[in-house]
Nanobody, 124 residues
């Protein structure tokens, strides 16, 4: 059974940083794209960032570009999201996702596995 487990969420003041982790079990994703999405209360789930299987190509949402960084450690079957200069509008549940495709995708429909989500709250 494939599982993605996120961790690292929490409450932080505006301007602060958090690092989210997502560890997969049940299969390896070293040949697959992985991404992060988020969903704020009352809003639809939105794309944050995605990275290709090699980490060579990465796409960021404009709203997080320059502040968030995705990285992956295929040996640990883990993907990370470093979030700096956090803003109150970054408050959301953050979801890790893995695709059966190799290249980074921005559409949530192209991801096959999802974590349970981790809450990030940024206070002003």
């Amino acid at each position: 059974q494939v599982q993605l487990v996120e961790s690292g969420g929490g409450l932080v003041q505006a301007g602060g940083s958090l690092r989210l982790s997502c560890t997969a079990s049940g299969r390896t994703f070293s040949d697959n794209a992985m991404g992060w999405f988020r969903q704020a209360p009352g809003k639809e789930r939105e794309f944050v960032v995605a990275t290709a299987w090699s980490g060579g190509s990465t796409y960021y949402a404009d709203s997080v570009k320059g502040r968030f960084t995705i990285s992956r450690d295929n040996a640990k079957n883990t993907v990370y999201l470093q979030m700096n200069s956090l803003k109150p509008e970054d408050t959301a549940v953050y979801y890790c996702a893995a695709s059966n495709l190799r290249f980074a995708e921005v559409s949530s429909g192209l991801y096959d596995y999802w974590g349970q989500g981790t809450q990030v709250t940024v206070s002003s």
